[in-house]
C-alpha cells in the first residue's frame, strides 16, 4: 500500500505538467475551434469555424504546400541521415564519438539563430550562393526560392533524424550479423533481415521528428522564403497579425490548428503502423 | 540502499510538488525601489537612455520589455497581468486603446518638457485634445529604389506595377502598410471601409504578387543595402538608415532615393502613454518628462534616425537633417499623408481576408495533386500490406 502512494505521489510532478501544459492547451484549442467567446462573455456553439478552416481552398492549399514541404524535407533527411547513421555506426569508438559531438555541435545553438546563419550563406550576398552561381548552377539566390525552404529545413533537423537511427543501429548484436554471415548471406541479405528490421523503430522514431515540427514551423519559411504562406504563417498571423484576436484568442487559428492537428495524428498512425509491422516481423523470425 | 534510494525520492518529490504549489501563488517580495514598467517596440529608445533615468531617479527600478508589433503588444497588455505603465505604440492602436478606455488621462501642464513637442503633431486625428499621448517619434511610408537600376523618375506607387521590374521589387510583410500602398494606388482612402475597395485592392496586390521577390521587414534593409533590388516599399526612419549604410558601402555617395508618391501615403506617429494598468503613475509621468527633455530626445533620435517631433532636438541635430527630404518632408507633402485610423472589428475582418488572400496565393503549382496522390497510395499500401499481413497471422496460429 505504502508502495503504491509512494508511487503516486512521484509522479505527481509528472501529471501536473502534463495536465497545465499538454492537456488543458489542448482542450483549449478544441474548445475555441467550436465555440465564439462574446464581448459579453457569452459563449455560442459554432461550427463555422471549422467549416471554413476546412472548406476555405487557401486554407487547404497551405496545408497541402506545408505538407508537401515536409514530406520533401523528411524524405532527405532519411536519404542523408541513414547512411550516416550507418557509417558513424560502424566507425571505431573514438572516432564515433569525435564524429557524432560534430553533428551535435549546432544543435547547442539556438534554432532561430542557426536559421540566420544559413540565411546568410545561402541570400543573394551568401558565399554558396556565390559559389554555385560560378559554378553556373543557379542565376539569382538560393533564398526566395521553394529549395531554400527545404534546405532549412533539413539543416535544421538532420540531427533529429541520425541520432534515433544512429542508436539503434549501436544496439544491433554484432553477433547476429556475424551468424548471418556464417550461414552465407551476402551483404545485401544482411542488411534486408537484420540491420533494416533492427534500425527500422529508430527510422520511424526519426521521421515523427522531423516530419512533427516541419509541418508547422513558420520560421523556417519566413526567414528563408516569405513569398507564399505555409499552414504556419497562416496560424502565426491570426493569433500575432490580427488586431481582432483579443487576449491571444482566434477561433480560426484554432479550428486550423484543430485540422492540422488531426492531419499530423494520421500520418504519425500510419507511421506507427510500419513499426509495429517490423516489430511484429522481427518476432515471427 | 534501497531503502534510502526510496526516502531520498520521496523527499525530493515532496519539495518539488510544494515549489510547484507555491509558485503558483504570489509572493509578495518587498524592495526598497519602485518598480516601473515600460513597454516599447523593440531596438526604439538609445541604449543609454533607461540608465540615464534610473541615475537620476533613483528611487525607481525600470522594467523594460519589448514588442515586435502593436497587435503583439496590444494581446499582452490585455491578457497579462503586468502593470505597464508607460507604452508606446503606434497612432492606430492610441486611437483603439482610447476607444475601449484602456488608457488614463495625462496632465499635460505637468510635464514640464511638454512645450517642446512641435504643434504639427499635437491635435491628430488619434487623440484630438492631446489627453492621452506624447508624441514619440515620427514617420512617413514611400518608395526607397536604386537610382543606378532605375533611370525613370519615380513618383507614383504604380511603378510597383511595373512588369519591367519584376523580380526587383520588394513589399513590407505588413498588412496596414501594403494594403496602404494598394489603396492609395487605387485612389481609395488608406482607410477604406468600404469592402469593394478593399477587394480591389487584394487583387491589385495579387496581380502584383508574381512581380515581387520578397515580403518582409527588417530582412529588407540588408538587401537594398547591398543594391541587389530595385524597389522596397520602405519608412522614412529605415529609408534613412538605408541610405547612410548604403554611402558607407559605396565609400560616399548613396544610390538609394526615397519618394513620397503623389497619390499620397501614410504619416505616422508613434507616442507615449499610460494605461490604466499603471500602479506607478507619478513613476510614469517622470519617466514621460524624462523622455521629453532636450538631452534625452536628442539621444533618442540620435540612436533610431527617425523623425523628432521635439523641436529643440531637431535644432541640434542640424541643417542636414532640417533640410533632409527624407528626415523632414514639406508641409504640401505632410498634408497629402494620412495616419491609420482605427478599425473596427468587422472592417479589420474584411482586410484580414484580404490579406490573407495575397500571402496564401501560389502560382498554382501542381506539385500539391502530386503530393495528395502519393499520400493516397502510401495509406492504401499500409492498409492492404496490413490486411495480408493479419490474414498470414491468422493461418501461422491455426496451423
Redesign the interface.
Known sequence: MSKRI?NA??C??VY?WLIVFTVVPLLMVFFYAIFEVKDDGGIRFTLDFLKDAVTNG??L??M??S??YA?ISTLVCLVLGYPLAYILAHMEERKRNFISVLFLLPMWMNFLIRTYAL?SLI???GVITKFLQWLGVIE??I??TEAAIVIGMVYNFLPFMILPVYTSMLKIDNRLIEAARDLGSNSFIVFKKIILPLSLPGVISGITMVFVPCITTFVIP??L?????TIG??IE?Q??????????VNNTAAAISFILMIIVFICMS?FS??DS?GA?NGG?M | MRKKSSFLTRISTLVVTAVILLSCFPVSVSAAKTELYIFNCGDYIAETTVEKFEKAYPEYEVIYEVFDTNEAMYQKLVSSNIPYDVLIPSDYMIERLIKEDRLKEIDMSKLENYKYIGEAYKNTRYDPENKYSVPYMWGTLGILYNKERVKETVDSWSILWDEKYSGQILMLDSMRDSMAVALKKLGYDLNTTNKAEIDAAAKALLDQKPLVAEYGVDVLKEKMIQGSYSFTVAYSGDALYMQNQNAELNGGESVLEYVIPKEGSNFWIDAMCIPKTSKNTEGAMKFIDFMCSTEIAYDNVEYIEYSTPHTEALKELGDEYINNNIYNPSAEILANCSPFAYLEPDVQENYNKAWESVRLASDGSYTKWIILGVAVVVVAAVVVIFVIRKKKMNKLKYE
Open positions: 509512494n505521489l512521484k505527481i510532478p501536473l487557401q486554407y492549399d497551405a497541402l504546400r505538407l508537401e514530406l540565411s541570400n543573394e550576398q539569382g539566390s533564398t526566395g519566413q526567414l522564403n516569405n513569398k507564399v504562406w504563417s497562416l498571423f493569433i500575432n497579425g490580427n488586431a481582432n484576436s483579443a487576449g491571444g500510419i503502423k510500419f509491422d511484429e515471427l
